[in-house]
């Protein structure tokens, strides 16, 4: 009553507690001065009742009641004794409705876990209970009335307490009590029983007399064949029946069906006295335990020891009795060590209960299989199938589980899910190469002719010339992704990588610097390989840089140690690597190592893919590693990372061993010269291309030659206007294009004008368009191109074209 009084004299006013007497005081020294006239006098009386408040103010102070601030914290035991009753149910509860303090019998006839509103009544009576508690913050206090629940009916007081009135005061006093048998019963034929349903436990409650009270619906099942059945004041032995060996089977299945196990437990309060009329609570479990099936264990424990199989046993109590080797070793266990007491320490947390559930419904219920993921400690990023069995005969085993060894099997899905990694990412830098290369074609094409406007000194010639330098930079980055992607062009020919790697190891020496020193060794009688030497130049270029930076990272660095070998690898050298991904047959390899700090192993999977880099902020672009595995792949060979932090890295091209076929090798032609520039030319051109800024710049670089340049933007327009009469001495167009691509253009074209040159320009590579597309007088102009260049290749197409028809027309003329 204090907290709230002072409370209450705290909250009449917010006016300074100063300002009466101040009042007081002014209004009398007034009156006097208005009286008598005479100041000494006023101010005389004006200090003595000034010294009078100040000494009531100081006395006031000290018989206060304590601010609330001030009081001591409360003592929580001394409420539980206050509240502690027999008869009634107290629990007091804070604004957030967590539990302060209650009382015993709260405890016993609730749940000291369970906070009001929230209760073990039915849903009608906790929703009563909680407008309840609404109604006692809003008013102070309210009452319910007959609430029902498991164990009883009851009423309810709720008030509103403590000093800022922000604690409810729960009582509960009991209306009628139901008795213990009773709730066990009905229980039973709510949420326990079907809990002991799912985990395969029958459950009936007897009482005394032997007759059924209640059961659980799996009871039911199996002693009537009727989960729905009414059994209520039926014997309950008349359900079992017992074979010679004194073995229990349900009546209906008979000895033929499953023996049981039974648990015999007393629906008694434990701190009473025994009651020999109490009922009682039978559980029923699957499989009946007999002392002579343990000595069959050994046995069993010792053919599991012998089996490739991962399988361990454990108990009804769901703990480990026995696991084999393989079990240990795909659980990450030592193989000699101690298991851990139960199979759910295996798992990971969020596993833990679910696991240890379907242990346990295994060992009780019937004899079943069945199997479930779950995640290891050992390995939590990769999920495992576990295989459970209940097993009957064997003593003490109840549960089987088989777990195989997914290592390999894990290796390979990671190795395969790599690849599609990289196929899906080399599509991608595909087609964002071809789009960029639009772009390139453009501000390379437009520089060239702001150039032939501005002559060496002016303003922005120099402008434009950065301009363009930076463009061919950005195109060497295109070409890059097309390597990955392979996409690029590739001029394959028969090779030996030693010659290769000859011909770079000059450069190598300036690229890797004088304190790193270059070893190369050779294997005799190596397989000649077929690829591209430029690009396997380039190859064995980004390794050697790459190892040179990593060996001159080193905190203590003096240099380092390159090694550059070739290897013969055979079939049977494959075999011995059990690599899968490697197919046996026979290779040329070329490795490259170095002393480098290693890549660590959460970057060994990711240093393929484009932009991936481990280097510092600023250093490398993360296409170097990309772009070998791209020249690589579409060489037809495999190339392979391995590392260890610290101790260097080793990168190894296997290139496949080329085998000639008699016919497939066309004699290679006499170098030719190369078809001179024409700089200027007449000649109708069909100029075919969907982006508008690359058709305008070779519109204007063409026609600045002096040819007539008909454009249209797509397949579909091109193809039109061939077929409406126009005459050309060649088509130009590009490749990907919208409604009608380049290709299917091309055809429709060539059946029109059998012996029309067609020049195909796109950012893809021409081996791939080759393949797509194979007749005489198709060439090809890779993107980005300049003015020049498009001029030039031109020319020499139109060139050739005319040298190759001069012949034939004079033949016509003189027959």
């Known amino acids: 009553m204090s907290g709230n009084t002072v409370t209450g004299a705290r909250g009449l006013s917010s006016w300074p507690d100063w300002l009466p007497v101040a009042l007081a005081l002014v209004a009398s020294a007034v009156v006097i001065q208005l009286l008598t006239g005479l100041w000494l006098l006023t101010a005389a009386y004006a200090g003595a009742v000034l010294v009078f408040a100040l000494a009531l103010r100081t006395l006031a102070a000290r018989n206060a009641v304590p601010a609330r601030e001030n009081l001591a914290p409360p003592d929580w035991s001394v409420t539980v004794s206050a509240i502690e009753r027999d008869n009634m149910a107290a629990v007091i509860t804070d604004g957030a409705g967590r539990v302060v303090c209650a009382n015993t019998r709260y405890g016993e006839w609730f749940g000291f876990d369970s906070a009001p509103p929230d209760l073990a009544l039915d849903d009608a009576s906790n929703e009563r209970l909680r407008k309840a508690a609404r109604e006692a913050w809003r008013t102070g206090a309210c009452r319910v009335e007959s609430l029902v629940g498991t164990s009883g009916r009851w009423h309810a007081d709720v008030r509103r307490a403590g000093r800022g009135q922000d604690y409810l005061v729960w009582?509960?006093?009991?209306?009628?009590?139901?008795d213990l048998g009773?709730?066990?019963?009905?229980?039973?034929?709510?949420?326990?029983?079907?809990?002991?349903?799912?985990?395969?436990i029958q459950a009936a409650a007897v009482n005394a007399d032997g007759e059924i009270m209640g059961a659980n619906k799996d009871f039911l099942r199996r002693a009537t064949g009727d989960s729905e059945s009414e059994l209520a004041g039926r014997e309950f032995v008349e359900f079992l029946t017992a074979d010679d060996y004194e073995r229990i089977f349900y009546a209906r299945e008979g000895t033929s069906g499953e023996d049981l196990r039974l648990l015999h437990f007393p629906i008694?309060?434990?701190?009473?006295?025994?009651?020999?009329?109490?009922?009682?609570?039978?559980?029923?479990?699957?499989?009946?335990?007999?002392?002579?099936?343990?000595?069959?264990?050994p046995e069993i424990e010792a053919l599991l020891a012998l089996l490739p199989l991962g399988l361990a046993m454990t108990d009804r109590d769901g703990r480990f009795l026995f696991a084999n080797k393989a079990f240990r070793r795909a659980a990450g266990l030592e193989e000699q060590g101690e298991i851990p007491p139960f199979p759910s320490d295996l798992v990971v947390r969020e596993d833990k209960g679910p696991f240890a559930d379907a242990i346990r419904r295994h060992a009780a219920g019937s004899s079943s299989a069945g199997a479930m993921?779950?995640?290891l400690e050992a390995s939590p990023d990769e999920p495992v199938t576990l295989s459970l069995a209940g097993v009957r005969g064997l003593g003490d085993a109840a549960v089987l589980l088989s777990l195989k060894d997914t290592t390999e099997e894990t290796r390979l899905k990671r190795q395969v899910a790599q690849a599609t990694k990289m196929q899906a990412v080399g599509q991608l830098a595909g087609g964002v190469a071809h789009d960029f290369n639009n772009v390139l074609t453009a501000i390379i094409g437009y520089c060239d002719l702001m150039l032939l406007r501005h002559a060496p000194g002016d303003s922005?010639?120099?402008?434009?010339?950065?301009?363009?330098?930076?463009?061919?930079?950005?195109?060497?980055?295109?070409?890059?992704?097309?390597?990955?992607?392979?996409?690029?062009?590739?001029?394959?020919q028969v090779l030996q990588l030693p010659?290769?790697?000859?011909?770079?190891?000059?450069?190598?020496?300036?690229?890797?610097?004088?304190?790193?020193?270059?070893?190369?060794?050779?294997?005799?009688?190596?397989?000649?390989?077929?690829?591209?030497?430029?690009?396997?130049?380039?190859?064995?270029?980004?390794?050697?840089?790459?190892?040179?930076d990593a060996m001159m990272s080193k905190s203590d660095s003096d240099g380092g140690v390159l090694t550059i070998s070739t290897r013969r690898i055979g079939p049977r050298d494959v075999r011995a690597m059990k690599n899968e991904v490697l197919p046996p047959?026979?290779?040329?390899?070329l490795v490259v190592e170095d002393?480098?700090?290693?890549?660590?192993?959460?970057?060994?999977g990711k240093i393929f893919e484009p932009f991936y880099t481990t280097k510092e902020m600023g250093k490398g672009t993360g296409l170097g590693l990309s772009t070998v595995y791209g020249i690589v792949k579409q060489s037809g060979g495999y190339i392979f990372a391995d590392s260890h932090p610290g101790e260097g890295a080793r990168f190894a091209v296997y290139l496949p061993v080329h085998v000639p076929v008699a016919g497939s090798e066309p004699a290679r032609k006499q170098a030719e010269a190369e078809p001179r520039a024409v700089f200027g030319g007449t000649g109708a051109i069909l100029l075919v291309e969907d982006e508008d800024t690359v058709r305008a710049v070779a519109e204007r670089a063409l026609t600045r030659q002096g040819y007539k340049v008909t454009t249209a933007k797509d397949g579909e327009e091109g193809l039109q206007i061939v077929r409406d009469g126009g005459e050309f001495d060649m088509v130009i167009s590009d490749v990907v294009m919208p409604t009608m691509d380049g290709p299917a253009m091309a055809r429709e074209i060539r059946e029109l004008k059998p012996d029309l040159p067609v020049l195909f320009m796109s950012g893809y590579a021409e081996e791939q368009l080759r393949r797509e597309i194979d007749f005489t007088g198709m060439h090809f102009l890779p993107k980005p191109f300049s003015v020049a260049q498009i001029g030039k290749k031109v020319g020499a197409i139109l060139g050739e074209h005319a040298a190759a028809t001069k012949p034939a027309e004079t033949g016509d003329g003189s027959m």
């Open 171 to 178: 009582e509960l006093a009991p209306v009628e009590m139901v």
């Open 182 to 200: 009773a709730r066990v019963t009905r229980q039973l034929g709510d949420k326990l029983g079907k809990a002991l349903s799912r985990a395969g």
């Open 373 to 375: 993921p779950v995640r």
């Open 595 to 604: 002393t480098g700090t290693g890549i660590p192993a959460d970057a060994l």
């Open 460 to 492: 922005d010639y120099d402008d434009i010339q950065q301009i363009k330098a930076n463009s061919n930079r950005a195109a060497s980055l295109t070409r890059q992704l097309l390597a990955f992607s392979r996409q690029q062009t590739l001029r394959p």
């Open 585 to 589: 047959a026979n290779y040329t390899a």
């Open 268 to 297: 008694a309060d434990p701190d009473l006295p025994v009651d020999d009329s109490a009922p009682s609570l039978f559980l029923i479990l699957d499989g009946g335990i007999r002392a002579s099936d343990s000595a069959a264990l």
């Open 499 to 548: 010659d290769v790697v000859s011909e770079v190891s000059n450069l190598l020496k300036r690229l890797i610097g004088e304190k790193i020193q270059l070893r190369v060794d050779h294997d005799r009688a190596l397989g000649a390989v077929r690829a591209d030497p430029q690009q396997l130049e380039q190859v064995i270029i980004n390794l050697a840089v790459n190892a040179r």
